[in-house]
């Protein structure tokens, strides 16, 4: 009687993908509470716009941080060092105020008015406040090697090229050993049952699906921001893996994270 009644769902399971359905069942619960988010994420953005100009330029880096100030200046110095010049670096905190970061016309730093304690909020705020033709995302406890953006953008802007673009990432324990490397083509039937790639290795053309979900995500809700991201902005654009190994992913025990397969 038990095997006949997970019957339909595993048939939707095999049809769908695991990861859709869950998504599909996080939308309905939490609902309420990202309507409210959404709502607080354009007033800050209101309030931020007046306060300064918009930055532009060809890619923007958005880092969402809260309470990291040392492993925050790493990241920014990392992002800062790439090969490519033509670009802003945008900081978001999420309300616990900003540590003093380098000295740079390139760097644009803000802090939200209060703790939303939701990723896709504040790295929305910072795609929002930017008017680069890319956006590329950087936690505040990882790094970049320093060609990390040329290599995504030697693809995005080939002939023919994708809209988005991930590289090739290296888990790093915190004793500094190597985990593993991530690296695995994009296929979107297969993103619907596993999720193989981060937002961190994640380079983008800007387009208004170019936006994360403001589902307030507990560690047991499945799956993470970063997935329903891509697999949703690979609805309506290509996405394509480069295999080349530009980020330095710290697995944080104090951050989610994704055991990965694949």
Known sequence: MRRIARAPWQLLKRAFGWLVLFELRNKVLLAPSALRLRRLETAEVRRLVAAADRPAALVAT????????????????????????????????????????????????????????????????????????????????????????????????????PDGVYTALRRVLPDGTERDVLSVPFDRRRAARESFLDTNAFVARRTRALRFSRLRRTPEVMPREDWELVHRYSRGHSVRHVPHTTVRYLVNPASFYTTWSG
Do not use: K, M
Request: hydrophobic share 45%; with cysteine.
């Open 62 to 161: 958005v880092i969402a941080t809260h309470r990291r100030p040392d492993e925050l200046r790493a990241a920014v110095r990392s992002a800062l060092a790439q090969t490519v010049r033509d670009q802003v670096v945008v900081v978001v905190d999420d309300g616990a105020g900003l540590p003093e970061l380098p000295d740079d016309p390139r760097l644009f730093a803000v802090s939200l008015a209060r703790n939303t304690g939701v990723a896709g909020v504040v790295r929305n705020v910072g795609i929002r406040l930017t008017r680069s033709r890319y956006v590329a995302f950087l936690d505040d406890d990882n790094l970049w090697e320093p060609d990390h953006l040329e290599c995504a953008l030697a693809v995005l802007e080939s002939p023919q090229g």
